[in-house]
């Protein structure tokens, strides 16, 4: 399996796109504007305590205070507080934790009123930015993520990753880390320094150790609120992420971004230099590279799968909703329940990669086709959970209901990926819309495959406007030319100015007798 990362710089920001064997399944962007992103630290002021919630509000210099719960104090609060408060009186050298001694750790049960009052400073890490009205929400559990290894300050636990399944690994990897970690931090071992040697992941260590005390020398300062530690730009953090031995290539648009890139490639992973690649040609990155036609045919409120089925998804406050629908495959088979379990095992995949494309996030409730025998509900249900497990996303899917409902819940971070693909009619000017016009030869094809191979179909006239008709027919090896040899049926194309450019229709030819 084929990875590569398609980076698009602009003034507003950065885009980058994920593809899998030249599919799109991930599309993250770094705005510009957006000054809060997940991992940053802040040294902030509680704004307001609410006992009825067993929480506070934090200004962290946001435009709505951050949420902190009791449940994300962590045990060791009172240690980090003595902390920030021993840094800003400029008591502590290096800021380490070597010698300082830890206060007693606060009750499961505790009340949020015990341990904050109004105008008190405190550190905080962002753990989900702001979403629609709600700001962002804070931890006081704090983590320093590393390729290979995440430092956790105030804790004394090492953990190993369960993805890492060899006993013998997993020995080998705690006894390192017991050697080299500093006292009183904890340490997460990622899947990713599975047969690291010593020097890498010391390296590792020792750079996540420097960047505590940057944070550190920052917060002796008195001003409030202060951003204490940054994480680095999503492009980094998300090859930090996710870099492994089956990525090919990183193309990027801008030569900076590009030599940054190539800069923290070679300190990661110096074999792996040579993937990170300056974009040249003349033609926008996300076009050359079929970026911008996947957008177009994936976002938007329906999704069409192959063979005609289609996804409608939808978007409310407290959940989102993706229906399935059989469309024109609803007569492709005679079996009615197998019908309907092929169309949902092609759904489910398609709705795995929306999750992921959309970032969709919360309680997700998908309708599934009606189908009566269990085997076949309990086939989806394992089907889902499999093709799922390539999601980063923490998620939690529950069995079918006896109404075809599968719900999902899946980890909310930020706000999910929202792009307007539709465009305002050129008939109605505007009160209606339609789909986007670099879709819809992607509409034709697949259309012309179930007519013609599913339905067995001898031809088909396909009535288009002259627009269409001359980007199907024009040039040496015309597209309409490959459809005829690639289903080995005759296409003809009917040309009239009766209907607008982005409407088709198609007649079905029938053999004389």
């Known amino acids: 399996m084929n990875n590569d990362l398609v980076i698009s710089s602009s003034e507003d920001g950065v885009t980058i796109a994920w593809l899998q064997d030249n599919r799109l399944i991930e599309l993250h962007k770094e705005d510009n504007q957006n000054q809060i992103q997940v991992g940053d630290m802040y040294v902030g002021r509680i704004k307001k305590v609410l006992p009825g919630l067993n929480a506070v509000f934090v200004d962290i210099g946001a435009d709505k205070p951050a949420f902190l719960h009791y449940h994300d104090l962590g045990p060791n609060v009172r240690s980090l507080r ?67 290894i995440v430092m956790v300050p105030f804790s004394n636990v090492i953990s190993i990753s369960k993805k890492i399944r060899d006993q013998e690994e997993r020995k080998r990897l705690k006894t390192l880390i017991t050697s080299i970690k500093p006292q009183n931090f904890g340490i997460i071992v990622r899947t990713a320094a599975t047969g690291k040697k010593v020097a890498d992941i010391d390296k590792d260590l020792r750079d996540l150790v420097k960047r505590w005390k940057d944070c550190y020398s920052l917060m002796t300062k008195s001003k409030v609120p202060l951003k204490v530690f940054g994480e680095i730009n999503r492009s980094a953090s998300l090859i930090r992420d996710i870099l492994n031995a089956s990525f090919n290539n990183i193309y990027v648009e801008d030569a900076t971004l590009a030599s940054e890139l190539k800069s923290y490639i070679q300190d990661i992973a110096p074999e792996q230099e040579k993937i990170v690649k300056k974009y040249t040609k003349k033609a926008p990155i996300f076009d050359y590279y079929g970026v911008d036609k996947q957008i177009q045919s994936s976002f938007g409120k329906t999704v069409t799968i192959a063979g005609g089925a289609y996804l409608v998804i939808e978007h409310t406050e407290a959940m989102h909703v993706i229906d399935i629908n059989s469309g024109t495959r609803a007569t492709a088979g005679k079996n009615q329940e197998d019908s309907a379990l092929k ?4 759904a489910a995949n398609e709705v795995a990669r929306q999750l992921r494309l959309r970032d969709i996030g919360g309680l997700i409730v998908v309708d599934f086709i009606d189908m009566y025998h269990s085997s076949n509900r309990k086939k989806l249900f394992e089907h889902v959970k499999e093709i799922m497990k390539s999601d980063r996303a923490k998620h939690v899917i529950l069995p079918p ?10 980890q909310r971070v930020k706000p999910a990926t929202e792009l307007h693909t539709s465009e305002p009619c050129p008939t109605c000017r505007g009160t209606g819309e339609i789909n986007a016009s670099t879709s819809i030869i992607d509409n034709i094809e697949q259309n012309l495959k179930f007519i013609i191979e599913e339905q067995n179909e001898s031809g088909v006239v396909l009535t288009v406007h002259p627009f269409i008709e001359s980007y199907l027919t024009k040039g040496f090896k015309s597209i309409h030319k490959k459809w005829c040899l690639k289903h080995l049926k005759w296409i003809k194309i009917k040309v009239t100015r009766l209907i607008t450019s982005l409407t088709i229709n198609f007649t079905i030819l029938k053999e004389k007798k």
């Open 82 to 148: 003595k902390y920030l408060n021993l840094a800003q009186a400029k008591k502590l050298r290096g800021g380490l934790l070597r010698n300082f001694k830890f206060e007693s750790q606060i009750l499961k049960s505790g009340k949020i009123d015990e341990i904050f009052k109004v105008g008190d400073t405190h550190l905080v890490q962002v753990v989900k930015e702001p979403i629609s009205t709600k700001g962002p929400r804070v931890s006081s559990e704090l983590a320093i993520p590393g390729r290979a």
């Open 401 to 410: 209901s006896k109404f075809g409902l599968i719900q999902i819940t899946r």
């Open 343 to 346: 169309v949902n095992m092609d």
